[in-house]
């Protein structure tokens, strides 16, 4: 008997049943999508909405922020049945299909809800869905995001058994399954990266019958399918390229007359039209409401191709997707495995050529783009690990008949120690081994208390809530009604255009300051193009006292640091001197311009009208109209409380003059013409107010 007779024997030496074969083949694949729906399910209620902190969900940094804007653009348009249905998103930066899919969740658990507790009111569902009962519903939708993750899963299974046999089918899905960034996007709501991945991998299968011929529906089919992975991402509808070229033909060797024949195809017509109707039906205002549209990618564009602060390396950002990116979200050995595999899978033919155009494409379109985001080339993974499933298949086959060749005579002694089998599971495992550790770290970070609930409990326990507490984005969120707190611009992209905010003079007033690591770091990664920032935070460590920081050890989130302020940083002549340096002329900036108005409201609370009448001449100074008539009231109430009455009296008209049906500014109007000495016209201002809103809360006080 044979060598090659002994191997497709059985113990009896019978040859072995298919049947069988396919049988285990099942038993595995079986096993692989238990255990991606286990990796997706493991720690999917970390990082749930805490009601006992009394965040409001949608503004709560800690909770991830793709489900607090999927979520939260699905709420507005029912709230829950308190107002009549607006499928309108009102939002062209993010294709709508993604809110889509939550509204529907939102309906399936309003259902649950009635069927359990016997009835769903909106406000019943505010509780549940945006409200203090907020964490089942995110639960119930991050639970349909893991069947996502897993569906996905099994369709690169079946892409790579289809294409490339079983064996490479269930290794590139095992990657995927146990790959951190699919992982963890899995567990977000109605994540737009892994719906777009999903399309993708469907419009796949019809795109290879296109390349080796197929019908008009499979061109429809292709078409339609890449049309709704870009009304989740606008990205793939790149893939209208491997369309066209599937219908032309790919490589040297393709059909000339069928080049040349290729507009008059009414299959690749059909196909490339599908497109945009698949797209207006996922996204159907895009195209409606396309006044918005052109205005939210004409900022979309403007933040994508900007300078990010900390991010920004190179003029594009190919290079960092290529030596940082790739590398972290796969690990170093399965990128190099996978790179190799696509120069396989160009070599195997057309189908091959297609699943390799279809990962080149979506990373270099993605790098076209000044900032590299890891989520942005989720929809490429698969296709990468099929790339490095089929090399991890080939480099053992080669290995193995390398060793028996150099052995010779022990050859099959060595081929049965070092099987071609035995081999590959040394390079996946190398493969998996690096991701997996990845994503045990993860997944022990989020389990972790979060650094900014823990640091927002200690100032609501330790600080009073009227002392003037600077604090920084990504750190604790506060209401305004809560206590006396500004939150520090900061600018991701044109970073230097808040560098005015970052002088430590302005801290004169404040009490205390709140840093976030998510900021510092930053600045710190590019000292030379940031030195007002980075010395600003050098001297809240060297004058700040710290009261309380995190333990980054035993905390997930940002470093955050509470630090004590001593008071006479600077005087009002510095300050101002120190604006007009770092601001010549009116940035005309609104996110500056918040700051100023949100530092005047604060040191009005606290009856500092001094520093209330500064900061608002500050802000008139930033040159934003719409903030103007705020910033001039509340400059009207400090001068008013300085018994600079006609000033006063000159700001609170050109205050009215813009709006006109203002209650407050009419009620101030009347206050100050009251302690001018003009009692008739100051009750006339008081009975406009009261008319124009009877139910504001200080209407009572105003008609008395």
């Known amino acids: 008997m044979t060598r090659k007779t002994l191997r497709s024997s059985g113990k009896a030496g019978q040859p072995r049943d298919p049947r069988r074969r396919g049988l285990r083949a099942d038993w595995l694949l079986l096993g692989l999508l238990g255990l991606s729906l286990a990796i997706r399910l493991w720690g999917i209620h970390d990082r749930l909405p805490d009601p006992s902190l009394g965040i409001h969900l949608l503004d709560d940094t800690a909770v991830e922020e793709t489900d607090r804007t999927t979520v939260g653009r699905a709420w507005a348009m029912w709230r829950g049945g308190a107002q009549p249905l607006d499928p309108n998103p009102h939002t062209g930066g993010w294709p709508a299909l993604s809110f889509y899919l939550t509204l529907v969740l939102q309906y399936a658990y309003k259902l649950y809800v009635s069927v359990t507790a016997g ?83 469907l419009a796949t299968p019809p795109l290879l019958r296109v390349a080796a011929g197929g019908t008009v529906w499979d061109s429809v089919r292709a078409g339609a399918l890449i049309g709704l992975a870009g009304a989740c991402k606008y990205v793939p509808l790149i893939l209208a390229a491997p369309l066209v070229l599937a219908h032309r033909g790919l490589g040297p060797g393709a059909n000339r007359e069928r080049a040349r024949t290729l507009l008059g ?46 991010q920004t390396v190179f ?12 590398p972290h979200a796969m690990g170093w050995v399965a990128y190099l495995l996978g790179a190799g595999g696509l120069v396989l899978l160009w070599r195997t ?96 970070s989020l389990s972790l208390p979060d650094s900014r609930h823990l640091s927002r409990r200690w100032i609501n326990e330790h600080i009073p809530a009227n002392a003037r507490v ?41 009490e205390y300051h709140v840093a976030s690591s998510e900021i510092s770091r930053r600045f710190e990664t590019e000292p030379a193009r940031h030195p007002v920032e980075v010395a600003y935070y050098r001297w809240l460590e060297k004058q700040g006292g710290v009261v309380w920081e995190s333990d980054v050890s035993a905390t997930s989130g940002p470093h ?26 009116p940035s005309e900036l609104d996110r500056i311009e918040l700051w100023c108005v949100d530092c005047s409201r604060l040191f009005a609370r606290s009856g500092d009208y001094e520093r209330t009448e500064e900061w608002a001449r500050r802000g008139l100074n930033v040159g934003v109209a719409s903030m103007e008539p705020q910033l001039r009231a509340g400059l009207a109430m400090a001068l008013w409380y300085m018994g600079q009455l006609d000033s006063a009296d000159a700001e609170i008209r050109a205050a009215i003059l813009e709006v006109p049906r203002e209650f407050s500014f009419r009620a101030y109007h009347g206050g100050i013409l009251l302690e001018m000495g003009r009692p008739d016209q100051a009750l006339a201002e008081m009975r406009k107010a009261s008319e124009l809103d009877p139910n504001h809360p200080q209407a009572a006080s105003v008609r008395e």
């Open 119 to 201: 009835g769903a009111s909106a406000p019943q569902l505010q509780q549940h869905i945006v409200g203090a009962a907020s964490a089942p519903f995110y639960l119930f939708a991050r639970i349909a995001g893991a069947l996502i993750g897993t569906a996905t899963v099994f369709l690169t299974y079946r892409l790579g058994a289809r294409c490339l046999g079983r064996g490479v089918g269930l290794l590139a899905g095992l990657l995927l399954a146990v790959n951190p960034l699919h992982a963890l996007t899995s567990q977000h709501v109605s994540d737009p990266n892994l719906l777009a991945l999903l399309f993708v991998l």
């Open 265 to 310: 195809n009414p299959a690749l017509w059909a196909g490339l039209f599908a497109i945009p109707v698949a797209l207006f039906l996922g996204s159907p205002f895009l195209f409606i409401d396309w006044r918005q549209t052109l205005t939210d990618i004409t900022a979309q564009r403007r933040a994508l191709f900007s300078d990010w602060v900390g």
């Open 315 to 326: 003029p594009l950002s190919l290079p960092s997707y290529l030596a940082v990116s790739i």
């Open 349 to 444: 033919g057309r189908a091959g050529r297609v699943l390799t155009l279809i990962p080149v494409l979506i990373v270099l379109a993605n790098g076209l783009l000044r900032v590299s985001q890891e989520r942005y080339i989720l929809p490429a993974l698969p296709f990468l690990y099929l790339g490095a499933s089929l090399a991890i298949v080939r480099a053992a086959g080669w290995a193995h008949r390398a060793l028996q060749s150099k052995f010779g005579a022990g050859a099959a002694r060595v081929g049965r120690a070092l099987s071609p089998a035995l081999l590959a599971t040394f390079l996946a495992a190398a493969a998996i081994a690096w991701p997996l550790n990845d994503l045990l770290a993860t997944r022990h």
């Open 470 to 510: 600077a604090v920084e984005l990504y750190g604790p969120v506060f209401d305004d009604a809560e206590r006396a707190i500004v939150t520090w611009p900061f600018f991701a992209m044109h970073s230097r255009a808040g560098s005015p905010a970052y002088h430590a003079e302005f801290l004169d007033g404040f």
């Open 560 to 585: 955050i640091v509470i630090r004590r302020l001593r008071p006479g940083i600077s005087t009002r002549e510095q300050r101002d001197s120190l604006f007009a340096a770092a601001m010549p002329r």
